[in-house]
Each structure stands twice: as C-alpha cells, then as structure tokens.
C-alpha cells in the first residue's frame, strides 16, 4: 500500500524536502557555467568552523555556513539559497554525521563535480551517540555523535587537517594560513591547557545537559555527562522524574542547555532538583571565546 505524504514521519518528511531542494538546484547549477568569482568561495557545516577558516585566511575567502545563528543542526533544512551557493563552492568542509548532510552527502558531486569535500570527523575517534531526532526531523547518522568541535584537545587534531585543505584549494594563501596557524594553534593549546588545569581540580565531575553536546569535552577532560534527551527525543514525564531524582541523589549542582533548544523540561528538572540551570552556546562562531565561558562556567558550577 502506498503511504501518503501525511503518513510519513517528519524525519522522512524533512529528507523528502531536503532532496527536492537539492534535486531543483542540481537541476539549475547543471544549466548554469561556473564562473571565476566562486573560486574563493567555501561552504561549510557551522559556524565554528567558519571562524577557524577566517582566523587561517585572515578573512581571505567567503564561507557559506549551512546552519545560520541561532538554530540547531539537529532541526535546520538549508534552504534553497544555501544549496545554491554550496554548488557554487570551491569546497565542502563538512563535520560529518550531521542528520541534514546524509540527507544529501551521496549527491553532492552532482552538485559540482569539481568541488573539493573534506570530511573533518573522518579523521578523529568518534564516540557513539543518539540518532533520529523524529520530533525534529533530522538526527545523528548511524547513531555516532557529530559534536567533535567542543572538545579543544579534538581540534587540535583537526586544525591539520583544516590547514592541509585550504592551501590545496587556495595555494596563493599559503603564507598567510602558514603563519596564521601557528598563531591558532597556540591560542587553541592554550585553552586545552587551560581547561585541563580547570577540570582536574573540580570536586563535582558530573553534569546534566539537555542536548548531549559535550561528549568529546567530558570524554577528553575526566567528566561525566547525563543526557535530558531520550534517543533524542524529549524526555518521558517518567524519564523526568528519573533525571530530577538523580540530581538530587547525587548532588549533581547544573543542568546546560544550549540556546536554540526549548527550555521549559530543563527548567522544570532546575527547579524540582533545586539546581542550576544555565544556557551553552555550541554554534558560537567565536571558537575561542565560547570556550574560555564554558571554562569558566565548569568551575563556577562543578566547585559547588
């Protein structure tokens, strides 16, 4: 029997759009020439990474950002506009396992069949996590948490990786990105310096956190994270009551939630648990100046 457009979840509605989209702007870039001013163009998943890229380049190329201020890659559709100018791009610098890059990761080449795709979380260990944000219609791919630029000790890792694929494509930039990245380096060991120095001396380890979005920090850094999502999904009330008793139990002192996600469950678990309850910005485009507060806010909550 055939399933109507109603009967289908809103994770294959939103892939449903997603492929018509991007069908529409194959269709459009395969009529059009390329033309030398993409030639400095470079499309990208997020915003972090558009502030590594400008930082390298000293602003030196145009990045295409999928995912604009203030959403979530869990829910975000690219827009037709979006599509467009990744077609246009001399690069894709993706960070993999994002739901709405499956959607079209297998077409990509049909969109320009010259442009550069870079993978960054190809070239790190990833830990599992969650997939199939039904209620929002995209999820993790293949259950493998995309979250691997919240943790300083994996961008170390990647800013190689990052500064390898931007003198292949733009080798004019070569001595600009050579010494820029010398500079980032530092200010990212920095950090990672930093953050461990803070972590190791916390008396409370453990956190909550709505949106499992520090996997990689807790992992690198000896801390303990509790996830609010189910599989991600919103909490059952019975999964509520069981968060909000282990807070209490356990003295866990904060729950984190990032900005563009619905804060009345967290506000609820807050304000049963009797604990602190303060918003994170992943998506920040200023990399370093997130981190440096995140830091900061660890050891203002987990010294409690």
Not at 13 to 28: D, E, G
Request: proline share 5%; with cysteine.
């Amino acid at each position: 029997m055939k399933r109507t457009i109603d009967q289908l979840s809103s994770n294959q509605k939103q892939v449903l759009r997603l492929m018509t989209v991007l069908l529409l702007v194959i269709a459009v870039a395969s009529g059009c020439n390329r033309t030398e001013s993409n030639q400095k163009l470079i499309t990208v998943s997020i915003l972090p990474q558009k502030y590594f890229i400008d930082v390298l380049t000293n602003e030196g190329v145009e990045v295409n950002v999928m995912v604009p201020p203030g959403s979530s890659h869990a829910t975000y559709s690219p827009t037709s506009m979006q599509f467009k100018k990744l077609s246009d791009s001399k690069m894709y610098m993706g960070i993999g396992h994002l739901g709405y890059e499956e959607a079209w990761m297998s077409r990509l080449g049909e969109l320009n069949k010259e442009m550069k795709t870079v993978i960054l979380s190809d070239h790190i260990e990833l830990i599992a996590g969650a997939c199939e944000h039904d209620h929002h219609g995209h999820g993790h791919d293949h259950g493998v948490d995309p979250h691997v630029w919240m943790s300083p000790k994996v961008v170390l890792q990647l800013l190689p990786h990052i500064k390898t694929a931007l003198i292949e494509s733009f080798p004019e930039l070569k001595s600009t990105i050579d010494a820029n990245y010398e500079d980032l380096l530092l200010r990212v060991g920095q950090t990672d310096e930093r953050l461990t120095a803070v972590t190791r001396q916390l008396p409370k380890k453990e956190f909550l956190i709505f949106h499992p979005a520090l996997s990689y920090l807790a992992r690198d850094y000896g801390l303990v994270q509790t996830a609010v999502e189910q599989d991600g999904k919103e909490p059952s009330p019975a999964y509520l009551a069981t968060i909000i008793k282990k807070a209490r139990d356990e003295s866990i002192p904060v729950i984190f939630i990032q900005e563009e996600y619905d804060i009345r469950n967290a506000r609820t678990i807050s304000d049963e648990a009797g604990i602190a309850l303060v918003q994170i910005n992943p998506m920040a485009y200023n990399w370093s100046e997130a981190m440096e507060e995140l830091t900061q806010t660890l050891q203002n909550h987990l010294n409690e």
